[in-house]
């Protein structure tokens, strides 16, 4: 049966009683509140997941409190390269007493110092006895890295000498001062902020999978139907609540991310991009779910498809995670931007025709 009257009027209804059973949503509440501390507390944790990400950038960091015990002589070489480096090191006769402070945990580290020298024939061995923590011990590793590898140098450099035949070979490397990106800067524009504003995208994409398969399980579908709201009604409201909700998240969490000093260009293009790509995965999910009517298997081929879509999402220059990156640091130009800005619009409409005709197959829903 068709019914008519005034469409927009019955969308606005629908979205907002989904509005007001989704805040009574706790999962969806818990979800909000752990994006609402990643985006509040950006500048800690990136320290934090830096480390992670990269843990040669804790290399740089004078970590104090950090003890090394060396055993050895003071004329020892390593010794002295590692005074040298700022490492805090206590010098110790006898291995047995530095392994008792170590076992106190007095001590963060003990470095056994080799027995030959560099102007010697004999292998040069380094133990390094480090504490059973991972954490402390990549710490106390990344502080060892470079001074180790200045000792490795200067006996390289004694011992080169003596080869017969031995010229050394003058590189001649030109320096351009260019320098490489900060870890930091890459992962806050490569991996936090395109996740964390896509992150609203991917939960409605799920949301709209529940908004419909649990109307079919709570045999509520029926009830809705005898309204004047038609089926296309009803899940057109749906879909734009879900889809609206994920600019409001991916605005907060950029001005949360602002007030954190993370500097974001074109957050209005942004919000723009992260809304048409919302719209498009909550119209995928719509589709599946008005295909399938049950919520495992709808949720489990919509998690599939996001899943594939996030892996081959770096594989191409313009993809949408890779667009958010370009926009916010400007290293995407206008005519690029809305070209591609364009194809996601006609990706859109092309799901969008297809919902219609996917919940317009049964004619009891028209």
């Not at 992962?187 to 936090?192: G, M, N, S």
């Amino acid at each position: 049966m068709r019914k008519n009257g005034n469409s927009c009027s019955k969308v606005k209804t629908i979205a907002k009683k989904e509005f007001k059973e989704l805040m009574r949503e706790k999962t969806f509440i818990l979800a909000i509140i752990i994006q609402l501390f990643i985006a509040s507390f950006a500048t800690f944790l990136v320290i934090g997941l830096t480390s992670f990400y990269d843990p040669s950038t804790l290399g740089s960091m004078e970590l104090e409190g950090t003890s090394i015990a060396v055993v050895g002589t003071q004329d020892d070489e390593l010794y002295r390269i590692l005074q040298e480096s700022n490492i805090r090191t206590y010098l110790y006769n006898d291995f047995q007493l530095a392994y008792t402070d170590f076992y106190d945990h007095k001590l963060d580290a003990i470095i056994v110092t080799p027995l030959g020298t560099s102007t010697g024939n004999d292998l040069l061995n380094v133990d390094i006895y480090l504490p059973k923590s991972e954490i402390q011990a990549t710490v106390v590793s990344l502080q060892l890295k470079e001074p180790l590898e200045k000792y490795e140098q200067s006996v390289r450099d004694v011992r080169t000498q003596r080869l017969p035949g031995y010229t050394p070979i003058d590189l001649n490397i030109i320096k351009r001062g260019i320098k490489t990106s900060s870890t930091y800067f890459e992962f806050i524009y490569v991996a936090l902020l395109p996740l964390l504003v896509f992150t609203p995208a991917f939960i409605s994409g799920g949301l709209i999978v529940d908004f419909i398969t649990e109307e079919y399980e709570r045999k509520t579908m029926d009830m809705l139907l005898v309204s004047p709201a038609s089926m296309l009604d009803i899940v057109n409201g749906k879909v734009m609540l879900a889809t609206l909700i994920v600019p409001v998240q991916s605005f907060v969490w950029m001005l949360l991310l602002s007030m954190n000093r993370v500097s974001i260009h074109n957050s209005l293009v942004i919000l723009m991009l992260v809304t048409i790509i919302s719209f498009i995965l909550v119209l995928a999910s719509t589709i599946i779910a008005v295909l399938f009517r049950e919520r495992g298997v709808a949720q489990l081929l919509y998690s599939l498809i996001l899943i594939f879509l996030f892996m081959s999402s770096y594989l191409f220059t313009n993809s949408p995670l890779n667009m958010v990156t370009r926009l916010s640091i400007e290293s995407i130009g206008a005519l690029e931007t809305w070209t591609w800005m364009g194809i996601y619009i006609l990706v859109a409409l092309f799901l969008y025709a297809s919902m219609v005709m996917a919940v317009k197959r049964d004619p009891n829903n028209i």
